[in-house]
């Protein structure tokens, strides 16, 4: 992102990983996960136990972690209001990668969003510097965060929180979509390639 000091950024988390003899990160990780990052003593199995009313997760839709276990806790444990929201474009540093949506997951925790509810779309359309218009054709990412193309769409309504619906023109299908993924139909996108994870 634009305004990201990447020099910085680096540093900061080269330091926090491997300064002094035993790193902060090698320690975590070696006291809580596995090799494969899979947890040694995971917590889901205990959080039923639990005496609260209430506990929030966030995520980022991109995060190597795995949602699915605060959707599988929200099932298992009827008596604790769960809360899930998801950071746009967001990875496991979530809060680096889009602070503004990060910080809208975080403040609507209390006050009971649908779960799985993504937030922090209208930054990074706003961040994107491009606008959209309804009946408009774009180009779109369309599949998964490992395996997607660019597709061609029609706008067919603006969600007003940076997300438009789109008509795609291979089958017809509707969804909602992140404006900032978004590419004028005349926009050369052979440099945009998929992220490693």
């Known amino acids: 992102t634009s305004w990201i000091p990447a020099t910085l950024l680096g540093e900061y988390l080269y330091r926090n990983w491997t300064s002094d003899r035993n790193s902060g990160g090698g320690y975590l990780q070696n006291t809580l996960l596995e090799p494969g990052a899979w947890a040694r003593r995971p917590l889901f199995g205990h959080m039923s136990r639990l005496k609260i009313s209430k506990v929030a997760f966030v995520y980022g839709v991109r995060d190597w972690m795995d949602s699915s276990n605060a959707e599988a806790f929200a099932r298992a444990a009827p008596h604790v209001a769960v809360e899930m929201m998801k950071v746009a474009d967001g990875g496991h540093n979530m809060m680096i990668d889009n602070p503004f949506g990060f910080a809208e997951a975080v403040f609507s925790a209390g006050a009971a969003p649908k779960l799985g509810c993504i937030f922090g779309y209208k930054f990074l359309l706003f961040e ?12 779109c990412k369309r599949g998964s965060p490992r395996d997607w193309q660019w597709e061609l769409a029609t706008i067919v309504s603006d969600n007003g929180d940076g997300t438009f619906t789109l008509r795609w023109h291979t089958d017809q299908q509707q969804s909602q979509e992140g404006g900032y993924a978004f590419r004028q139909v005349d926009e050369d996108v052979s440099n945009e390639q998929h992220v490693g994870f």
């Open 128 to 139: 994107s510097g491009r606008s959209f218009e309804v009946g408009q054709e774009v180009k």
